[in-house]
């Protein structure tokens, strides 16, 4: 089982930014495909942005478009979810997980993080 731990969450106002990290124990994360998902309080788990093992990335979420990007560090071992412009209907708990394609559907990925609480909030 691959692990994966995610870090950076925290209370953010409305307009604010952060930056999650994905960080992975035991392997190396270029060989994977990263995505980045969320699960708001009482809704399903949904599909942010994934990243490639080649370094694309792929947008699931219409409403993040041109406020979130995904990137990785690959000598740190890391990937990152920039997140700017940050409304209150972002705060969900976010987690990364590790498959060897992207892809927008849960079921696919086999190996999570525990996630990260991100609070958008006045």
């Known amino acids: 089982q691959l692990q994966l731990v995610e870090s950076g969450g925290g209370l953010v106002q409305p307009g604010g930014s952060l930056r999650l990290s994905c960080a992975a124990s035991?392997?190396?994360?270029?060989?994977?495909?990263i995505g980045w998902f969320r699960q708001a309080p009482g809704k399903e788990r949904e599909g942010v942005l994934c990243i490639s093992n080649s370094g694309g990335s792929t947008i699931y979420a219409d409403s993040v478009k041109g406020r979130f990007t995904i990137s990785r560090d690959n000598a740190k071992n890391l990937v990152y979810l920039q997140m700017n412009s940050l409304k209150p209907e972002d705060t969900a708990v976010y987690y990364c997980?590790?498959?060897?394609?992207?892809?927008?559907?849960?079921?696919?990925?086999?190996?999570w993080g525990q996630g990260t609480q991100v609070t958008v909030s006045s």
């Open positions: 035991g392997f190396t994360l270029d060989n994977f495909a």
């Open positions: 997980a590790a498959n060897s394609y992207c892809s927008n559907y849960v079921f696919t990925f086999a190996s």
